[in-house]
């Protein structure tokens, strides 16, 4: 089981430092927003750029913005190992998929509360992590919105049965309340953001999900034999 800390509800003045309170973090996710695909504006490329030279924690970037296409190579440029585009915003995934994975970047495609699990069968192969949105994007601190656990399970199945290995990902109201459901289903790695860094000891919160996580029983499929899930 993998947290991966999103760094949007953190003190933006010394995001470095911040990224430092996280030590025991998986990976840390940075949120970049454009105003287009999402109505919020928060950091781009120069600040991604600087950031990669303050850490070698993994960096996990999800891309919010409506031009993946253009843009996400040149985060997978900045030796970030994880890019994420969202499928509603890319115009040829399949494309920028090997474009990132030529480059050295993990690829991630998230998909949206209302967007079907079918959106991503044809394109499995080329990814290495789903990114499964349970608040609408733009903003941290939102509920979590139990009607996409079904498609969690439903992507989990998807993998199985390609024998593949992918992360599962939920990106959003992800606390101490919600991650139980979310491993049930099927996820494995947590993005948590107000969760951890309104946390008295941001740290201690990310080991205690993490902790949590890891006594749940994982959902259908999720041992990842294949099989499609044992009942
Ligand atoms: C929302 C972002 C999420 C958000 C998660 O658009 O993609 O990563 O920061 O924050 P919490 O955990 O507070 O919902
Ligand atoms: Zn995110």
Excluded at 34 to 48: K, Q, Y
Excluded at 69 to 92: C, L, Q
Aim: net charge negative.
């Amino acid at each position: 089981m993998r947290i991966t800390p999103s760094i949007l509800n953190a003190n933006f003045a010394q995001l470095g430092a911040e990224i430092a309170r996280v030590p025991s973090a998986d990976a840390i996710h940075i949120d970049v927003m454009d105003n287009h695909f999402v109505p919020n504006l928060t950091i781009g490329l120069p600040v991604v750029e600087s950031l990669r030279t303050t850490t070698d924690q993994m960096l996990d970037i999800h891309l919010m913005i409506a031009d993946p296409d253009r843009w996400a190579p040149a985060y997978a440029e900045t030796g970030a190992e994880s890019v994420t585009f969202h499928m509603e915003a890319a115009k040829a995934p399949v494309r920028l998929a090997r474009e990132l994975r030529a480059k050295g970047a993990r690829v991630g495609a998230a998909l949206n509360p209302a967007t079907p699990p079918m959106a991503l069968k044809m394109i499995l192969g080329e990814i290495d992590m789903v990114t499964i949105m349970s608040v609408e994007p733009g903003f941290g601190g939102q509920a979590f919105m139990d009607l996409v656990l079904p498609k969690v399970a439903a992507i989990r199945r998807m993998i199985s049965a390609q024998n593949l290995d992918i992360w599962v990902q939920m990106d959003g109201g992800i606390s101490l309340e919600t991650i139980e459901r979310c491993v049930e289903a099927g996820a494995d790695t947590f993005v948590a953001g107000a969760a951890v860094f309104r946390a008295e000891d941001p740290d201690h919160m990310v080991r205690d999900l993490r902790t949590l996580a890891e006594k749940t029983t994982p959902g259908l499929g999720a041992h990842g034999c294949g099989c499609g899930g044992h009942r």
